[in-house]
């Protein structure tokens, strides 16, 4: 008890002592405002102790009723800077663009400046539009639905077949619908055959799974329709036949034909085909990342021979095995540039996919002459001749790029030579090609 009396004695005390120090707080900060105005010319000032601060600060609160300003929320904080952003923004877009602003094309023109080509194109057989390496599929996506107005059941056949990659389950896919439709045209008296239950097992997984199916089923005149299920308050999705196909069941048969004769839509690679004045350049090349880029399959593979390599390195290996390797690291390249130089010094230069054959390239050359028929020889890099023309450009180790060196059978230019008599000699290109020749930078 008495321990209990000191504590709150002690405790009253210390309160006392805190008014008071407010209240002496007060005082002395506002008579030391008149003093400092005074003496501040001749006396260095001394501010008031840090009691005395606090002191003086809670009275000062407390007489004068002065509510503590509010601190701004983390949310305030966001609106007013989103609202600074939009204002910028609103100021920036009545300015117009500001000289440092490039538009994408231009700034893609002067990515590909320097460049020995600006990318790997392809050309659309739907459209016959050219288009770039990373936007080939988009393209195709978009001119395949775009033709499904003017008719449904080829468009989406090409969805089918063009949009599903795995091609293993594309075949069963198609094959069982083959049988839906054979049943139909076989049995067309038998209502069980027109129609198709969407939760069947089987339609689950080997037809839902596949993109096109569905545009495919309502294109040949099947409807879905939420049919009862016998014995019970429940229905279940089913695909029907409409009655108007079955007096056109011939139809049938040949949009069945159609899905399993056709074939994916493919791209065609552009060669890009060049021809450059005489340059002592041809054999620099600047590609750009189309030519290195892989897909995620390639890196796959790469990885897998990459780890192949190192469980070999511990082992001797013979020169035909180490060749073998080398040719397996050209192989992580898709495409290849290739410069063709002609005895006159004019190049003609092409693109070409990496695993493509030495025959490719003879016959690019061949169709850029005046005469198809005059005999020729390919050299490549060093002096070999190109005599196998079933290997791959990245067999011959002519990737990424390569500039070879084109040599005319010496018996045939002798002969034509001596017909040509004193005539000005004249290059054996097009002159569709010579007119359109360009320098190389």
């Known amino acids: 008890m008495e321990q209990w009396l000191r504590a709150v004695g002690e405790a009253w005390r210390q309160w006392a002592r805190a008014s008071a120090w407010e209240v002496r707080g007060l005082q002395s900060t506002r008579e030391r405002v008149h003093q400092e105005k005074s003496k501040a010319e001749t006396k260095p000032r001394h501010g ?14 407390r007489l004068e009723q002065k509510p503590k300003p509010r601190l701004s929320s983390s949310q305030d904080v966001i609106k007013s800077q989103v609202r600074k952003e939009l204002m910028a923004e609103a100021a920036a877009y009545e300015r117009g663009p500001s000289p440092d602003h490039k538009d994408p094309e231009a700034a893609e023109e002067e990515e590909c400046a320097g460049l020995s080509v600006s990318g790997v194109y392809f050309i659309c057989p739907l459209t016959g539009a050219t288009v770039k390496k990373d936007k080939r599929e988009a393209h195709i996506r978009e001119a395949i639905l775009s033709h499904s107005s ?40 038998e209502e069980k055959y027109q129609k198709i239950k969407l939760q069947n097992k089987v339609f689950q997984e080997r037809i839902n799974c596949l993109e096109g199916v569905h545009n495919f089923f309502q294109a040949i005149g099947f409807e879905k329709k939420a049919l009862p299920v016998p014995g019970q308050e429940t229905t279940e999705e089913y695909y029907v036949l409409k009655e108007e196909v079955l007096t056109k069941l011939e139809d049938l048969k040949d949009y069945k034909d159609q899905l399993l004769n056709s074939e994916p839509v493919r791209v065609q690679l552009d060669r890009q085909l060049c021809i450059f004045k005489p340059s002592p350049q041809a054999a620099q090349f600047e590609l750009p990342n189309d030519f290195y880029n892989l897909t995620a399959e390639e890196l796959k593979r790469e990885q897998r021979l990459r780890t ?21 690291e050209m192989r992580k390249y898709n495409y290849t540039l290739l410069r063709v130089r002609f005895p006159d010094g004019y190049i003609l230069q092409g ?30 890099p060093g002096g070999l001749k190109l005599t196998d023309e079933n290997l791959a450009f990245n067999e011959c180790g002519l990737v990424p790029s390569a500039l070879l060196t084109l040599s005319w059978d010496a018996a045939v230019m002798a002969d034509i030579k001596a017909a040509e008599k004193e005539e000005e000699a004249k290059s054996h290109l097009k002159p569709e090609l010579l007119s359109a020749v360009q320098t190389l930078s």
């Open 48 to 61: 008031p102790t840090s009691e005395a601060q606090m002191a003086a600060a809670a009275a000062v609160a």
């Open 150 to 189: 003017e008719d449904p059941v080829a468009a989406s056949v090409m969805e089918i077949h063009t949009f599903n990659r795995d091609r293993e389950k594309v075949k069963l896919g198609v094959e069982t619908i083959a049988k839906y439709l054979d049943n139909i045209h076989l049995h067309p008296e």
């Open 308 to 328: 192949e390599a190192v469980e070999k390195a511990s082992m001797l290996r013979t020169k035909a095995m180490r060749e073998k390797e080398e040719q397996r």
């Open 351 to 380: 693109t070409f996919y990496a695993r493509e054959q030495v025959s490719t390239l003879y016959k690019f050359v061949r169709e850029a002459l005046q005469d198809d028929w005059l005999p020729f020889e390919l050299l490549a």
